[in-house]
């Protein structure tokens, strides 16, 4: 066994990495569409997915956003988004092997097939359970709002990644009861069905070693951070080192 340690950046590039080695969205970026919504994990993945079919350019998860959670210093709107969104890039639509640059979820969903793969974050995880819930500050649900027709509808593949540090311990369909209530301020709370993937599953994918969550929190700029124990044979443990080793100094996300 082996403690590693990874910051919510760390862990964000490193849940990038192991999807863009996940056997299915290799498959479907080839023959299929995969569909990445903004967010600010998903930025993450939008950057390994176009480096795996050769864009090194045009692209940056600086604005890869709708809606986003700032410190009290820089608050946001009610609704959760952040104030300038000119800068918002769309989402990133990779259909056999081609970023559709400018494209976004609304433009492409209503003919994504079974076959395709939409991913999309969350904003509460439970870990336990491996279900999530995301903020809704649209009235229309926003963006898992056309989605979930398509993959209830059509089966089209619904991939949500999500980092441990938002992780909670309440039931998330009595939290939506709460949330959602008529009266309510804020933003609404939808949990989904999908298929978490978090930093033990990108450890499991990339490695084959198995890991769980021991302790959490720092401070410096590691706040927020994860203490994960991996477990495998010697092989397995020294890939998830040299991997995590390459994800750990990965900078602060920046707006």
Known sequence: MKPFMLT????KRLIGKALAAHPAIVKAIKSNTVAIIAGTTNGYIAEEFLQAIGVTTGFSKRRFFRGIVMPPSRPTREDGRYPDESEFPGDVIIT??????????????????EGDIILKGANALDLAGKRAAIYIGNAKGGTIGVSLPAVIGRRVRLIIPVGLEKRISGNLDDLASKLNAPGRKGPRFWPVPGEVFTEIDAIATLTGAKAELVAAGGVGGAEGCIWLLASGNAAQLKKAEKIIKACASERLFEV
């Open 8 to 11: 919510p950046a760390a862990g």
């Open 96 to 113: 056999k092997g081609k970023w559709q640059k400018g494209k976004t979820i609304f433009d492409v969903v209503d003919n994504m097939r």
